[in-house]
């Protein structure tokens, strides 16, 4: 009987089997007496032989041949050629086809199976534990030696490290024992060095306080974009990138430049505007995000307007004056604690009391700190010492609302209650946001609690807890929608000041609404939604001088909220205490100033007698929370 053998190829190898399979591919010159024998013979049967761990089912579903197809060497070449391709196999596969007693062909397929795979050693993991690595591989333990299995496996060791942010990490080496034993040899990408380039005025220091990958770790993705965004928030840096290149000495590490681009943080300002709270109003200040360039931010402001233009009925029209002094050292005697303090003097036509002057002088002080176990999660501690001065500013107009209402008058001096008090605010903050400006996935969360004492009276003295949450969601690739969840509510205290209330209506509450026109009370709930769309074609600007243009978005919301034991103004202005409203606005980000929106809101319930059922723009500076 004839007998047709794949030739021997030695020890295998990739090149091997290439050079195999295009010898494989060669035409073979048919002659007179293969077409003979086509003519003459089929396959009626295939058998295979030699293997132990592979099924025969498994081999004979990759077999090319089928029972009856006329035979040829070239049939029985393409059936040897799609065995091996299986990975399996040696290269010494032989096909030894027999005629039956009906003058047709037996195809019978030798096979001899490759080493088993006894176990695997890995080298060179030191950030993925050995066993997350072996959960891929485990698999193949006790199955012939695949070059492609293997080469997926390895894939997949890779994208474990990937995944966790180790995109430099590889496997460099292969090797089999004669026990089976296949060894794998990791290079998970070790840094050499952190370099620093770009900054002229902001102090090496600072950079190097808010880097937190150091030469000799493994180097990680997800790592150094905290340390950008660190670097970021700053606000000192209107660039941060980095670049990776190899060691010149070590081609098995990498050093790593923080390549910054400083702007420029000194701002000496002076501008106005109109609004239908503050009337026509003007403003001055000079602030500084990167002082004497350590990183510090001071700021000094004032701001002045008529309230000509206010339209709240509940709101006196008199002029407003505010003046703030701040300053803020982010790392505080080079500990991982910063400190906020500002000192701050206010006049102006109150919001939370209707017709009413409200004068407030104070300080505060906020400590904040990173939990080392989970540095998303920030704990601070607040003292504030503040007076609050509430005086009567139109007694015709809310006695004859408290008549109208049949208030007793004397339910005033409530309303116009102030005090001296001391707070103290314990905080919790949550924050996996992407960016601090422009957010586009992750969570943010916050709990406070506020104990009031009252310095002058101490019957005043109070506790209230206020929590906030927003999750964002990405869509597309610039597009992404969140929700926001807010509550929060007198704890505890018989009595707390209307001017300590809380309050729904106005920018960052119920848009739609003016300031305070949904209700106050000693508690409330809320929920929005909002969905931010880029503007099409301005987001596709390159050009750095209107770069801003490229972070235009279009948002579109819901508001809706309620109030918790509302206040006696509620009450005389007829104030639905819960409403919804819709609407859309526009979000910019302004280098050294932060989020802009302005939002137009258009009540779908709770307008009651507030004669704003026709819908109300709103302005605020910073993300809605």
């Known amino acids: 009987m004839p007998v047709f053998a794949v030739e021997d190829f030695g020890v295998i190898s990739t090149d091997d089997v290439l050079e195999k399979t295009d010898e494989i591919n060669k035409p073979i010159e048919k002659t007179q007496k293969d077409t003979k024998e086509q003519e003459e013979k089929l396959i009626s049967g295939i058998e295979i032989e030699g293997n132990n761990l592979i099924p025969t089912s498994a081999i004979l579903q ?34 030894i086809p027999e005629t039956n007693s009906e003058g047709n062909v037996v195809l019978r397929i030798i096979v001899e199976e490759n080493i088993p795979i006894s176990d695997f050693t890995i080298e060179g993991n030191s950030v993925v534990p050995t066993g997350d690595l072996l959960e891929v591989l485990e698999p193949l333990i006790g199955t012939p030696q695949n070059i492609e299995e293997i080469n997926q496996a390895i894939a997949e060791l890779e994208g474990i490290y990937e995944k966790r942010g180790y995109i430099l990490a590889r496997v460099v080496n292969l090797s089999d024992d004669p026990d089976g034993t296949i060894n794998i040899e990791i290079k998970e990408g070790i840094i050499s060095s952190v370099k620093i380039d770009g900054n002229n005025k902001t102090k090496d220091f600072v950079i190097q306080r808010n880097i937190l990958t150091k030469a000799g770790d493994v180097y990680n993705e997800n790592l150094i974009k905290q340390d950008l965004m660190r670097l970021y ?34 701002m000496l300002s002076i501008g106005g505007g109109i609004d239908t709270v503050s009337g026509l109003f003007g403003t001055a200040g000079f ?33 407003n004056f505010q003046a703030e002094i701040s300053w803020f ?10 400190l906020n303090i500002r000192l701050f003097g206010r006049d102006f036509a109150s919001y939370q009391v209707p017709l009413a002057i409200e004068r407030r002088l104070g300080i505060d002080a906020v400590i904040a700190r990173p939990f080392k176990s989970n540095p998303n999660l920030i704990g601070s501690l607040g003292l504030s010492f503040e007076g609050i001065d509430v005086k009567e500013g139109d007694e015709a107009q809310i006695k004859s609302l408290y008549s109208t ?13 102030g005090g001296f008090f001391m707070t103290l605010s314990p905080t919790l903050t949550f924050d996996t946001r992407d960016d601090m400006f422009n957010p586009r996935r992750g969570f943010y969360g916050n709990v406070r609690w506020d104990e009031s004492f009252g310095l002058n009276d101490f019957g005043k003295t109070y506790g209230k807890l206020t929590a906030s949450a927003k999750k964002y969601f990405p869509i597309a690739k610039k597009s992404s929608f969140s929700i926001t969840g807010r509550a929060g509510g007198k704890i505890h205290g018989s009595h707390m000041p209307e ?54 978005r279009l948002a579109f919301f819901v508001d809706a909220g309620k109030i918790i034991n509302p206040s006696i103004t509620d009450i005389i202005y007829e104030r639905p205490g819960s409403a919804i409203t819709t609407g859309v606005g526009l979000r910019v980000f302004i280098p050294g100033v932060g989020p802009l929106s302005i939002d ?22 910073g993300e809605f929370y």
Not at 329 to 338: A, G, H, Q
Not at 516 to 526: D, K, L
């Open 329 to 338: 050292e982010p790392r505080l005697c080079n500990t991982d604690n910063s």
């Open 499 to 552: 001017v300590m209330a809380y309050r729904l209506g106005g920018p960052y509450t119920i848009r739609g609404f003016q300031m305070s026109a949904v209700g106050t009370g000693e508690g409330f709930m809320m929920a929005s939604g909002e969905l931010r769309v880029p503007i099409p074609f301005l987001d596709r600007i390159k050009d750095g001088q209107i770069k801003f243009l490229n972070d235009l």
């Open 405 to 417: 209402h049949n208030v007793p008058f004397s339910e005033r001096s409530k309303q116009l209650e």
């Open 62 to 95: 990759n077999v090319s041949v089928m029972q009856g197809d006329v035979y040829s060497k070239a049939l029985v070449q393409e059936a040897l050629k799609s065995v091996f391709s299986m990975g399996y196999f040696s290269p010494n596969l032989k096909a």
């Open 233 to 266: 928030g700053t606000q000192a840096f209107k660039n941060v990138t980095r670049t990776i290149e190899r060691n010149e000495d070590d081609l098995d590490a990498y050093d790593v430049t923080i390549n910054l681009e400083e702007q420029r943080t000194g």
């Open 600 to 621: 137009w809101g258009y009540p779908l319930t709770g307008t009651g007698h507030s004669g704003i059922s026709k819908g109300k723009f709103t302005f605020g500076v």
């Open 287 to 319: 602030s500084d995000n990167n002082f004497r360039g350590t990183g510090q931010r001071v700021g000094i402001n004032g701001m002045i307007g008529t309230g000509v233009v206010n339209t709240d009925r509940a709101i006196l029209n008199r002029a």
